[in-house]
């Protein structure tokens, strides 16, 4: 048997006995095709609901913000889908009995988490587009506010991530959701208007590979996540 040959029967060998780790994209497939946005979103109906009336509420008032402080409502608002979502849903379902017993399924609490983000993030970004076009101004177009808000978006949903991954009370992401509101607002009114003419004498070339950097990121930590695996989990 030449090289060539030995090397080929090598690869069948392994191909057999070993199993090739699946990408993230197909895991998120089988995830979903296995257990469909229903069980995904199972006992968090009420809970999303009150989050798109607050969220209806938060762009009413930022319609009424003065145009001079456009960039700065806009980056301040557009997180805010993803926040509440998980704020409202997530803190239901542990007040709920069923917390437990979804973490002895197949796939862990936290895999779960990451399907529903998945979601947020692609109505997040919808979201995000809809305040950076009514946020638009004349000195501030809507393609150098869009990349902006996708920032604060992407940025808000991977601390999300680490939050819900890490935190150990059913507290913890409250309270980061307290924190980061905070944030959001005393940063404008305690720069003033140092904050809005940063924002907007952002050069496009670095808000742009800023956002990217944060889509690359969250792409990067939801593959991590999606891979481990609970001790008590079947997955």
Not at 100 to 128: D, H, N, P, W
Not at 191 to 201: I, N, Q, S, T, Y
Request: glycine content about 8%; hydrophobic content about 55%; overall charge positive.
């Amino acid at each position: 048997m030449n090289e060539r040959e030995k090397n080929a029967s090598i690869d069948r060998i392994l191909a057999r006995g070993l199993v090739k780790p699946s990408s993230a994209g197909k895991r998120i497939s089988v995830m979903l095709r296995e257990l469909g946005l229903r069980f995904i979103f199972w006992d968090t109906g009420y809970s999303l609901f009150f989050a798109g009336l607050t969220l209806a509420c938060v762009f009413a008032l930022f319609m009424l913000a003065p145009e001079s402080y456009r960039a700065s409502a806009s980056v301040a608002v557009s997180p805010l889908l993803i926040l509440l979502a998980v704020l409202f849903a997530g803190t239901s379902e542990r007040l709920g009995g069923l917390y437990e017993i979804k973490q002895t399924c197949r796939y862990t609490i936290g895999q779960i988490a990451v399907l529903r983000m998945i979601c947020y993030s692609v109505l997040g970004a919808a979201f995000t587009a809809a305040v950076a076009f009514a946020g638009a101004d004349g000195e501030l177009g809507f393609a150098a506010l869009f990349p902006l808000c996708l920032s604060a978006l992407l940025i808000c949903a991977i601390l999300s991530l680490s939050v819900l991954q890490r935190a150990g009370s059913r507290w913890g992401y409250a309270a980061f959701s307290a924190v980061w509101l905070f944030a959001s607002v005393a940063l404008p009114f305690g720069l003033g208007d140092k904050w809005e003419h940063l924002l907007r004498g952002m050069p496009l070339a670095f808000s742009i590979g800023f956002a990217a950097a944060g889509a690359a990121l969250f792409v990067w930590q939801i593959s991590k996540m999606l891979r481990e695996v609970n001790p008590h989990v079947i997955a």
